[in-house]
Antibody
């Protein structure tokens, strides 16, 4: 059974950075693609970016280009997301999720429990 | 950027059928996936590749597509189906995941 366990809640000041981790178990980490999705209070789901650990290649949503870095540590089966230059509107729950490819499409079948990031002065 | 539009809310009586739509340009050429999210919980995949159900998802959940609209249908609705539902596609040109705006399903 695949499990994704995320790090705990964070409170950060505007302009600072936050690092969220996502430790996976079950399955083969190198064969995963891991995505990050966020959800602001009362809002819908927004894709942040993803990484293919076996290739170490990330790609990011346009809204986050230049502010987000996603990495993967194959030795610990853990993915990380760093979001920098934090703004009040970055306050949200951040989820990691395993992404699978089917045909020419991708979807997310296993999700972490979410990490609340609060940006507050 | 690619946009998926859903109605903000759908209300349905227990035992009836709920239909949640997802509209997008040329959605007919894309595979649509659906997620259920209950308050303070992570999303759960309920339909992938248009109409397939992951293990553990009841047969009451089904997916379809016609023209510019994909639809998630929940038959014989139960109180436990009350949740937010979001559609999602993969936008190949940009290699981005795109989520719909989300629909809150209320069981009356």
């Amino acid at each position: 059974q695949v499990q994704l366990v995320q790090s705990g809640a964070e409170v950060k000041k505007p302009g600072s950075s936050v690092k969220v981790s996502c430790k996976t178990s079950g399955g083969t980490f190198s064969s995963y693609t891991l995505s990050w999705v966020r959800q602001a209070p009362g809002q819908g789901l927004e894709w942040v970016g993803r990484i293919i650990p076996i290739l170490d290649i990330p790609n990011y949503a346009q809204n986050f280009q230049g502010r987000v870095t996603i990495t993967a540590d194959k030795s610990t089966s853990t993915a990380y997301m760093v979001l920098s230059s934090l703004r009040y509107e970055d306050t949200a729950v951040y989820y990691c999720a395993r992404a699978l490819e089917i045909g020419s499409s991708w979807f997310m079948d296993y999700w972490g429990q979410g990490t609340l990031v609060t940006v507050s002065s | 950027s690619y946009v998926l539009t859903q109605p903000p809310s759908v209300s349905v009586a227990p035992g009836k059928t709920a239909r949640i739509t997802c509209e997008g340009n040329n959605i007919g050429g894309k595979s649509v996936h659906w997620y259920q999210q209950k308050p303070r919980q992570a999303p759960v995949l309920v339909i992938y590749d248009g109409g397939d159900r992951p293990s553990g998802i009841p047969e009451r959940f089904s997916g379809s597509k016609y023209g510019y609209t994909a639809t998630l249908t929940i038959s014989r609705v139960e109180a436990g189906d009350e949740a937010d539902y979001s559609c999602q596609v993969w936008d190949s040109p940009t290699e981005h995941f795109v989520f719909g705006t989300g629909t809150k399903v209320t069981v009356l």
